[in-house]
T-cell receptor, first 115, second 115 residues
Framework: GAVVSQHPSWVICKSGTSVKIECRSL??????MFWYRQFPKQSLMLMAT?????????EQGVEKDKFLINHASLTLSTLTVTSAHPEDSSFYIC???????????FGPGTRLTVL | AQSVAQPEDQVNVAEGNPLTVKCTYS??????LFWYVQYPNRGLQFLLK??????LVKGSYGFEAEFNKSQTSFHLKKPSALVSDSALYFC?????????????FGKGTTLSVSS
């Protein structure tokens, strides 16, 4: 399967600042990446679909001006949480689609804590 | 609309005993079904998938799952549980004719294996 990395693995920031999370596909060129967020002991909530070279598609209820997604290359997508607030604290996970049946392979996640 | 149900929040088994984690789905058309495992503060690891063919699918770490079309189920099984199997398990589905779309996840089931 595809190998996916995320950076940073965890970040703590002050309220009002912006945080950028990187998702890299290390061995696969990914035209599509997905961004999810996960609250403790809960399922994954799809935030947006990131398409290389075009605008991301956001799920209903996700503020596109707050969660900026850039998919500038086939191996990198970034999620920027702008003007972060404590309620944005969560576990953010990206995934790429590869292989048979478009299997999704996930990054290790980024734990964001906003103080 | 597509959906996945994992009726059990938690499954407790003793080491060496067989385990089953239940999953039922609803999708228009033929389903692609997946199981993932998540360890604390980590991303999701792919275990196995059903696309077509044999209803019994074998995956990583000795896990297997059986696709049952009439019952719209895809239960995860293992003949002999290990303490190290303790984790959060997610079932996911997508319609086979919706390539490139994100998987729909169940809420997750926590598996606890006691020694």
């Amino acid at each position: 399967g595809a190998v996916v990395s995320q950076h940073p693995s965890w970040v703590i920031c002050k309220s009002g600042t912006s945080v950028k999370i990187e998702c890299r596909s290390l061995d696969f060129q990914a035209t599509t990446m997905f961004w999810y967020r996960q609250f403790p002991k809960q399922s994954l909530m799809l935030m947006a679909t990131s398409n290389e070279g075009s605008k991301a598609t956001y799920e209903q209820g996700v503020e596109k001006d707050k969660f900026l997604i850039n998919h500038a290359s086939l191996t990198l997508s970034t999620l920027t949480v702008t003007s972060a607030h404590p309620e944005d604290s969560s576990f953010y996970i990206c995934s790429v689609v590869a292989g048979a049946a478009n299997t999704q392979y996930f990054g290790p996640g980024t734990r964001l804590t906003v103080l | 609309a597509q959906s996945v149900a994992q009726p059990e929040d938690q499954v407790n088994v003793a080491e060496g005993n067989p385990l089953t984690v239940k999953c039922t789905y609803s999708v228009s058309g033929n389903p692609y079904l997946f199981w993932y495992v998540q360890y604390p503060n980590r991303g999701l690891q792919f275990l196995l998938k059903y696309i077509t063919g044999d209803n019994l699918v074998k995956g990583s770490y000795g896990f297997e799952a059986e696709f049952n079309k009439s019952q719209t189920s895809f239960h995860l099984k293992k003949p002999s549980a290990l303490v190290s199997d303790s984790a959060l398990y997610f079932c996911a589905v997508r319609a086979s004719n919706q390539a490139g779309t994100a998987l729909i996840f169940g809420k997750g089931t926590t598996l606890s294996v006691s020694s």
